[in-house]
C-alpha cells in the first residue's frame, strides 16, 4: 500500500491567516492526489484534484502544490467556513487508494 | 448528481452487512464513473473499500484486506450499487460512504459523495 502522511496533525490558525499542509507519499504517485475537506457529520466533499486544479465552485484562497511525493495545501485569508479537516488522498494505484489521516484546522 | 445511502445502522457480529447507494442524474452503468465505498472510523480513518463499474462489462476492484468478505454490486434497474460485507466483527463499526470517482478534466478522484451510514457492529 501506498502510505500517505500528513503533518501538522491540528492546526490552530484565526481567520485572515494563511497556512499550509503538507501531505507525502510513501512513494511517488506524480500529480495523483486530491484534497478533501470534512465538517463534522458530514461526508468529505473534493477541494483538489492531480494536485493542483481546483474543483469547481472552490474558492480561490486554495491552493494546492506538489508532484512525486511532496505536496502542499495552502489556504489564504482564512475564512470562519475553511475550518474543518482536511484529507490528501492518492489515487494513482487503486490497489488501494488511501488517504492521509487528516489535519484538523481549529480556530485559534 | 446526487448519491443517497440507506442502510442498517446496527449489525450483530459474524453477520452480513449490506447497504445501498441511489444515484439520481447520473447512471450507475455510465461508461465513464466509477462506484465506490469508503468507511471512516477513529482507528482507521477514511479507507477505501471497493469499487465497480461498467465498461462494456462489470468489473469490481476491492481493497486487498477486504477481497475474502466484500462484495459490490450494481442494480441498473433500479439504478444504485451496494455493499455486502460478510462475517463482520465489531472492527468494521464505522460510517460507510459511497462515492462516485470520475477522471476527466473538468474533474477527478471522488467528487461526489453520499451522506454517510453509521454502522455499528454489536451483539
Known amino acids: 500500500d501506498i502510505q500517505m502522511t500528513q503533518t501538522p496533525s491540528t492546526l490552530s490558525a484565526s481567520v485572515g491567516d494563511r497556512v499550509t499542509i503538507t501531505c507525502r507519499a510513501s512513494?511517488?504517485?506524480?500529480?495523483?492526489l486530491a484534497w478533501y475537506q470534512q465538517k463534522p457529520g458530514k461526508a468529505p466533499e473534493l477541494l483538489i484534484f492531480?494536485?493542483?486544479t481546483l474543483e469547481s465552485g472552490v474558492p480561490s484562497r486554495f491552493r494546492g502544490s506538489g508532484s512525486g511525493t511532496d505536496f502542499t495545501l495552502t489556504i489564504s485569508n482564512l475564512q470562519p467556513d475553511d475550518f474543518a479537516t482536511y484529507y490528501c488522498?492518492?489515487?494513482?494505484?487503486?490497489?488501494?487508494?488511501?488517504f492521509g489521516p487528516g489535519t484538523r484546522l481549529e480556530i485559534k | 448528481a446526487q448519491l443517497q445511502q440507506s442502510g442498517p445502522g446496527l449489525v450483530k457480529p459474524s453477520q452480513t452487512l449490506s447497504l445501498t447507494c441511489v444515484i439520481s442524474?447520473?447512471?450507475?452503468?455510465?461508461?465513464?464513473?466509477?462506484w465506490n465505498w469508503i468507511r471512516q472510523s477513529p482507528s482507521r480513518g477514511l479507507e477505501w473499500l471497493g469499487r465497480?463499474?461498467?465498461?462494456?462489462?462489470?468489473?469490481?476492484d476491492y481493497a486487498p484486506s477486504m477481497r475474502d468478505r466484500l462484495t459490490v454490486k450494481a442494480d441498473i434497474s433500479k439504478n444504485l450499487f451496494s455493499l455486502h460485507l460478510n462475517s463482520v466483527t465489531p472492527e468494521d463499526t464505522a460510517v460507510y460512504y459511497c462515492?462516485?470517482?470520475?477522471?476527466?478534466?473538468?474533474?477527478?478522484?471522488?467528487?461526489?459523495w453520499g451522506q454517510g451510514t453509521t454502522v455499528i457492529v454489536s451483539s
Open positions: 465497480t463499474y461498467y465498461r462494456s462489462r462489470w468489473y469490481n
Open positions: 462515492a462516485r470517482e470520475l477522471h476527466m478534466a473538468t474533474t477527478d478522484a471522488f467528487d461526489l
Open positions: 512513494q511517488t504517485i506524480s500529480n495523483w
Open positions: 488522498q492518492q489515487y494513482i494505484s487503486f490497489s488501494p487508494f488511501t
Open positions: 492531480r494536485a493542483s
Open positions: 442524474g447520473d447512471s450507475v452503468s455510465s461508461n465513464g464513473a466509477f
